[in-house]
Each structure stands twice: as C-alpha cells, then as structure tokens.
C-alpha cells in the first residue's frame, strides 16, 4: 500500500494553531491546500509513496460556522465545495484541520464519520480517485495527519516534517543503541542519534566538499544516503576527494561509486545508494522527493538553480556549499573563503543572493543537452567559454563540509540555540573571519519572495521550468 507523508511549512502551522486557538476550549477548524509529490519508488526502500506539501492555509469564513464546543465543531461546506473546484483545476489536495482542545489525541469515532461524508462530497464533485487530507492539532501539541484515498480507507501519516527556520521529523523510529555512536550520544543524547539513523539525505555533487559532506554524514550516523554525480575520478582530485585512490582514477570510475564503496566499506548502518546523473536528469527524481534534507555541492550554476527552485516547491531544505580561492596576482589571497547557505521556505533563494547566475546556468544547460550547437554559439559569441580549472584544497573543502553539516545538526536539535538555521554563512579562512551576509531580496523574485511555488510540488513541466 502506498506511504503517505506530510511536509507542513512552519509558517503554516503557526498561522494554524493562531486560527485554531480558542480562549473558551472550543473546537476550530480551517483549510490547507496542498501540493502532492508521486513518489514511484523510494531508491533505499523501493516503495511507492506520496508526500503532501502545505501550499496555503485559508480560515473558515465566519459565515460558514455553524456551532462549535469542547467536544465538536460544525461548518457549513459551502467554501469547502469552492475550495475543491480550485483544487481541480490546480492540481492541488484540499486539506481539512481540527482541534481536539479536550481530547481526544487520536482521531475520534465522530471524526471518521464526518470525514467519510467529506470525501465522498470531494468525489462526487471532482470524480473517483480525488483525496481529503485530515489533520488534527491534538490538546498536546501533537498533530496527527491521515489521506483519505477511498470512503474506506484513511493513510495515517508515516513521517511528518515541519520546515522552515527548523527541521522538526515526526515519525516511528526504532531505537537502536550502537557503541558506534555512543560518545556522540554523550554530547547531545540518544534521540540525535535515533533521529540521524532514520534520516533520508541526498548529497548533489560528489567532488571535494561533497565526498566530505557525505562520510561526515555517514560517521555521523545517517542511515540513509544518495549520491548524485555525473563525473568521473582524475588524478586531480585525489589531493581531496574522500575515499579515492589512484587505482580509482586510472580505471575513471564515478565519483559515487569511489564514495560509495567506502562508506559502505565501513559497516556502520548507512544505507547509500549512488547514482551517476546529473541532479536534473529524469531518473533523479524519486530519489530527490524520497529526501528529508540535501546537500547541494554541485559547482554549477545549472545544478545551484536547479536545487533552488527544488527547495521552495517540495519543501525540502537544501543546505548549499561553496568554496572560493581567488589567489592575488602577487601574494596573498583576493578571496579564500567558506560559504554555507540554507535554502528553505522564508530564506532568501541563491538568485537573490547572488550566488546563481541565471545567464550561466542557462549555457551550462545548453553545452549539457546540446554541446554541438553550444560550440557553434561560443564560436559566435553569445556564450562563454570554460575558464581555467578552479583551484582546491582539501582542508578548505573539508572545514566548508564541517560548517555544512554542523548546519544540520543546528537544525534538527538546535545546539546553538533556539533561532534555527543561519540562512547564510561564510568563513574567510585566511583572515580568522566569520560572517552572516545579509541580502536584498528582489521585490519581483518568484522563488523566495512570491510564495506560488512554495509546497506546489508537482507540476508539468516539472518546476515550472520550459525548455
């Protein structure tokens, strides 16, 4: 049977539990729309999945209540029905959200009654095969999500995520104690380490930050991860890339292989699965919408804008790393420095940032799928030509992949405090320097400002990107 799991902005459960609260102990109610993302078959599981993305949340109309008290609440389903027609013609699943301020914390008897009707009104009106999304803010500030995909059937949630300045997993895990890990477990407890084992991380770009990005994960102890590179080990990288040895580069083997052997190799419970592609391809798919979190280390304008716009359409936090040495013409450095941004709805995206070039992707992405005819525009003048190999130094890789993935862990448990993720942070190693650029986001931005595409998940063309 198919797995159903809910991704809620954390903006949006705010504003819900602002809608839903009542001084008196009443019950409420409110709508969400949600994106849905098919999920063919998870590449550690091989099961077929969908995961819900809040897209809006929309109160009851005063007009439409109908009675509420301690133990039921009553509407009338006149914006409902409106809601389902937009839903339609959208590709959106209408959501419907209750409290129980007394109990109780599971969906009651009454519920699944009232659910039923609503579901059989959502395909009455919209045809066989439409969904009801339920969720339920629980008296102990816990929530409960179910998908109603036929009159009989109800999905409970399998894992519920709540993203925004947080990473907050809601799911059944299997505590499993491993001496592996005990001395972190010293550090920051159990649960760290309960909750990293069942995490789902895919890291885009397996070069020198990524290789290190991804075995300071796995020695960190997240069970489950996916490497997606389309290059191959050269003898250039052995001075950085983790886990590769001459042997590697002679023979041109992938970069995920090299990684993944290694990782493998050590026998600590992370489940990797690599593929060589480019992060856009087709086949990526599944294994980038099964992920709870990503490390973008691609050093590719194409690949950065790819994973900017994936962040704010499935919800997933994308933690992006970049390095930069820039050597002085006569000593010193013009530029040696760290950067760690975290792209998630209400952070500013890369473009507004700066750190994208939409004008580079945009021939990166030709000299891809077309390189005879980039070759002919280069000639012409109307795209530039490759620069000089970028230079690399594992010990600036590595600390940038440090900064990286201590941002995980600030912000799944907040060690450094309760404020969350820094949106952006970059290091000048050869000045002892540490920063937290601010940015002006564009008015106009599609991504990071007009909120259209955040949790829409979906849609064709996939991301809304033509060409």
């Known amino acids: 049977m198919t797995q159903f799991d809910l991704t809620l902005q954390e903006s949006h459960l705010a504003h819900l539990r602002?809608?839903?609260?009542?001084?008196?102990?009443t019950e409420a109610s409110a709508y969400v729309l949600c994106g849905s993302a098919r999920i063919h078959s998870d590449p550690w599981d091989r099961t077929c999945r969908q995961r819900l993305t809040t897209h809006e949340v929309l109160a009851v109309p005063p007009e439409d209540r109908v009675s509420a008290s301690g133990n039921h609440v009553t509407w009338s389903t006149k914006t409902y029905v409106k809601l389902l027609k937009r839903a339609q013609a959208e590709g959106l699943v209408v959501g419907i959200v209750h409290t129980h301020p007394r109990g109780p914390e599971q969906f009651s008897d009454q519920d699944d009654?009232?659910?039923?009707?609503?579901?059989?009104?959502?395909?009455?009106?919209?045809?066989?095969?439409?969904?009801?999304?339920?969720?339920l803010l629980a008296s102990d500030s816990s929530i409960r999500a179910r998908l109603w995909v036929d009159s009989a059937t109800a999905l409970p949630h399998h894992s519920l995520r709540v993203v925004g300045r947080h990473l907050v997993i809601h799911r059944e895990v299997t505590k499993v104690a491993s001496e592996v890990f005990s001395r972190q477990a010293l550090a920051f407890g159990d649960a760290l380490n309960h909750q990293l084992r069942h995490l789902k991380?895919?890291?885009?770009?397996?070069?020198?930050?990524?290789?290190?990005?991804?075995?300071?994960?796995?020695?960190?102890g997240v069970g489950n991860l996916v490497l997606i590179d389309d290059d191959r080990a050269?003898?250039?990288?052995l001075n950085r890339l983790h886990g590769a040895r001459r042997s590697d580069a002679d023979a041109m083997r992938p970069k995920v292989?090299?990684?993944?052997?290694?990782?493998?190799?050590?026998?600590?419970?992370?489940?990797?699965?690599?593929m060589q592609a480019w992060a856009g391809d087709l086949l990526c798919r599944d294994a980038l919408k099964s992920c709870d979190v990503l490390f973008g280390c691609t050093d590719d304008h194409d690949g950065r804008l790819f994973l900017n716009r994936f962040a704010y359409f499935y919800l997933t936090p994308?933690?992006?790393v970049g390095l930069a040495i820039d050597p002085a013409m006569e000593s010193g450095f013009r530029e040696l420095s760290g950067r760690v941004t975290v792209l998630s709805a209400g952070a500013p995206c890369l473009i507004?940032?700066?750190?994208?070039?939409?004008?580079?992707?945009?021939?990166?992405?030709?000299?891809?799928a077309q390189p005879e005819q980039y070759e002919r525009q280069k000639r012409e003048a109307y795209v530039r030509g490759s620069g000089n190999p970028a230079p690399g130094v594992v010990t600036f890789t590595t600390e940038t992949a440090c900064m990286a993935v201590n941002e995980l862990i600030q912000g799944l448990i907040g060690y450094r405090g309760t404020e969350g993720w820094l949106w952006n942070q970059t290091r000048r190693f050869d000045r002892f320097l540490d920063h937290r650029p601010g940015t002006h986001q564009s008015p106009d931005c599609p991504?990071?400002?007009?909120?259209?595409?955040?949790?829409?998940?979906?849609?064709?063309?996939?991301?809304?990107?033509v060409g």
């Open 18 to 25: 602002e809608l839903l609260g009542r001084d008196d102990g």
């Open 113 to 135: 009654r009232n659910e039923r009707e609503l579901h059989r009104l959502a395909q009455n009106r919209n045809g066989t095969g439409t969904q009801l999304l339920s969720i």
């Open 201 to 220: 991380v895919g890291v885009v770009g397996c070069g020198g930050t990524g290789s290190a990005v991804a075995t300071l994960l796995a020695r960190l």
């Open 234 to 237: 050269e003898a250039t990288n």
């Open 257 to 274: 292989d090299v990684l993944a052997a290694e990782i493998t190799g050590w026998s600590i419970g992370t489940r990797v699965v690599p």
């Open 318 to 320: 994308v933690i992006d």
């Open 352 to 368: 507004c940032r700066g750190v994208v070039n939409p004008v580079t992707a945009r021939e990166e992405a030709l000299k891809r």
């Open 447 to 465: 991504i990071c400002i007009d909120h259209m595409y955040w949790g829409r998940a979906d849609v064709d063309p996939f991301l809304d990107r």
